[in-house]
């Protein structure tokens, strides 16, 4: 029997007026029809391509894992590389029950304090930034999710370190950054982080990077190492400029309504293979950063630097401004900010 779900995801895909992601959705509601012994479906899609590391966590654990420990109960279908839309799309679709799950960069839609993690040097490396998602304190942000509609079993890192590229020149001083057209995520953060340097933000979708920089509709942008890569950034850039000035959460969010429908036992099981998946993912991610950044490298037209040690202080200095403006908005607080740096450094904090 179709549930409403999965008239929903017909619906909805249809008012988009896309005839490839309505024949698409067809096939997707078709196949509800057979699922056999499957009593739920958890459709999941990102943005990123299949090869990239988070699409091949949710390939290589989490689905395996999930469909084995359910006895098949529960079934996963994956979609990635944006074919079901992008990353703001397919927000919606979980939000709405359309689709069951997505990790993406429109995490404060679930929950505005996951914006914490994404404060430029909010911690310092690898070890802080997996302390952190990992505790308590990350605990209840996800636990808040709720309260918009979200069932957020576990949340990881967003696949590293975020480095900057661009066509104009080498950055080694904020000052290196001012006027430079620099393509940055919808999100806030990164608008008022962009903003601080100097630059001059320009939002756009990943999937539309490439083609800007080639066309010089921006000058620049930064992500994850693992994102230049997959989307082949490197190709259409000349100055590679790496200072891990900050990271991001990468929590797996789940519409809580089909969360709540599941038996508890499945319930169970979907939060303990959530929990592992964003676990390996980080694992991997950590793995294969410093290959992304040397592969990257050898892109023959690439110039590559390092900002570290002192020369970072003036970019720390430079966006001061932006965890006061977090604050002033009412999204977050000082404490809030200097709790989660002291969990991350392994500090014991205060209930």
């Excluded at 720390?316 to 607080?333: M, N």
């Amino acid at each position: 029997m179709r549930s409403r779900y999965d008239n929903r995801f017909v619906f909805l895909t249809f008012l988009k007026g896309k005839g490839l992601l309505f024949g698409l959705f067809f096939i997707l509601t078709v196949s509800c029809a057979k699922r056999d012994s499957a009593e739920v479906v958890f459709r999941y899609a990102n943005e990123q391509p299949e090869a990239a590391l988070r699409s091949q966590s949710m390939i290589k654990f989490f689905k395996e894992q999930l469909e084995e420990r359910s006895n098949g109960r529960i079934k996963v279908e994956l979609f990635f590389g944006g074919v079901l839309g992008n990353e703001r799309e397919l927000m919606d679709f979980v939000q709405t029950g359309v689709l069951q799950g997505t990790r993406g960069g429109f995490f404060a839609d679930a929950n505005p304090k996951f914006i914490l993690f994404t404060l430029p040097f909010l911690v310092d490396d690898w070890d802080q930034a997996q302390r952190l998602v990992q505790s308590d304190f990350t605990r209840k942000i996800n636990e808040g999710a709720r309260e918009w509609g979200f069932h957020v079993p576990a949340t990881g890192i967003s696949q590293g370190f975020r480095a900057h590229t661009n066509n104009k020149k080498p950055i080694r001083h904020p000052d290196d950054l001012k006027g430079l057209k620099m393509r940055v995520p919808s999100q806030e953060v990164y608008v008022q982080t962009s903003k601080a340097f100097g630059a001059n933000p320009q939002e756009l979708p990943y999937v539309e990077v490439y083609q800007a920089l080639q066309t010089g509709v921006v000058d620049g942008q930064d992500n994850a190492p693992s994102n230049i890569w997959d989307f082949k950034i490197h190709e259409v850039s000349e100055y590679l400029t790496i200072t891990n000035y900050a990271t991001g959460p990468d929590p797996l969010m789940v519409n809580l309504g089909w969360y709540e429908s599941l038996p508890y036992d499945l319930k169970i099981i979907f939060d303990e293979v959530s929990r592992e998946t964003m676990e390996f993912s980080d694992r991997i991610n950590r793995e294969k950063e410093a290959e992304y950044i040397e592969k990257i490298s050898n892109s023959p037209k690439l110039e590559v630097n390092h900002v570290t040690r002192d020369d970072l202080i003036p970019f720390r200095d430079a966006v001061k401004p932006v965890y006061q403006y977090f604050e002033e908005k009412g999204i977050l607080t000082l404490d809030e900010i200097e709790k989660a740096r002291e969990v991350a450094a392994g500090k014991s904090i205060k209930p």
